[in-house]
Nanobody
């Protein structure tokens, strides 16, 4: 049974930062390429960032330069540090192994004054 529990979201002001976490169970994330995705109201899910099991990272253009994906294999947890947040970043953020269709409940990020 795969379980992915996203956390760390909340209400932040424009220009603020958040560190999102994805605690995994039922899988060992060290052997997977892992990704962060987001979905805003009325929009489809979109890819945000991914990190290979070897540690190489890739980012969507809209977060490049202000986001950092990382993993702690000992804690079986994936992270997404997001800086310089704008209202356009408001969405529910999800994590999953890139090659799977396993989704958690997501964590809400709201960027507003």
């Amino acid at each position: 049974q795969v379980r992915l529990v996203e956390s760390g979201g909340g209400l932040v002001q424009p220009g603020g930062s958040l560190r999102l976490s994805c605690a995994a169970s039922g899988i060992i994330i060290a052997i997977y390429d892992m990704g962060w995705y987001r979905q805003a109201p009325g929009k489809q899910r979109e890819w945000v960032a991914s990190i290979s099991h070897g540690g190489s990272a890739n980012y969507a253009d809209f977060v490049k330069g202000r986001a950092a994906i990382s993993r702690d294999n000992n804690k079986n947890t994936l992270y997404l540090q997001m800086n310089s947040l704008t209202p356009e970043d408001t969405a529910v953020y999800y994590c999953k192994p890139v090659a799977t269709d396993f989704w958690g409940q997501g964590t809400q990020v709201t960027v507003s004054s």
